[in-house]
């Protein structure tokens, strides 16, 4: 894996200590990392389909898969915000919601300058 792909697990990194010495509630932190470390799991094992599909020649199945694994990670990562703002503290939620956030935009700007750097390599932005 390219270091620019992985700008959103060092932003993971950087904030947990963050968390603990602005004394946010750390089940913030673990529930939106952990929704966030699953989610990118799906999404590699559905890059790997998506790359099987294609080499097969079916762009509906490739194209199905993207659109599935994309659409669970907002799922799981919205889900994982709200059920700790509701069940643990408002306060946790917020934090979730933030580092949801954060994780979201270095990913979208690694994948976007992945993208500008290795033009040809087009299926590792899409990550």
């Not at 998506?50 to 889900?79: D, E, I, Y």
């Amino acid at each position: 894996m390219a270091p620019l792909r992985n700008l959103d697990l060092l932003v993971l990194a950087i904030a947990l200590p963050v968390f603990l010495i602005a004394d946010v509630p750390l089940v913030g932190y673990l529930a939106a990392g952990g929704a966030w470390i699953v989610g990118r799991i799906g999404m590699e094992l559905a890059a790997r389909r998506r790359t099987r599909a294609l080499a097969a020649g079916n762009r509906n199945s490739a194209m199905g898969v993207t659109a599935a694994a994309t659409m669970g990670r907002v799922w799981l990562l919205a889900g994982a915000i709200l059920l700790v703002g509701l069940l643990v503290e408002r306060e946790a939620g917020l934090a979730a919601a933030v580092l949801a956030l954060a994780l979201v935009t270095a990913h979208l700007a690694s994948s976007f300058a992945d993208h500008l750097l290795h033009p040809e390599g087009a299926e590792g932005a899409a990550r």
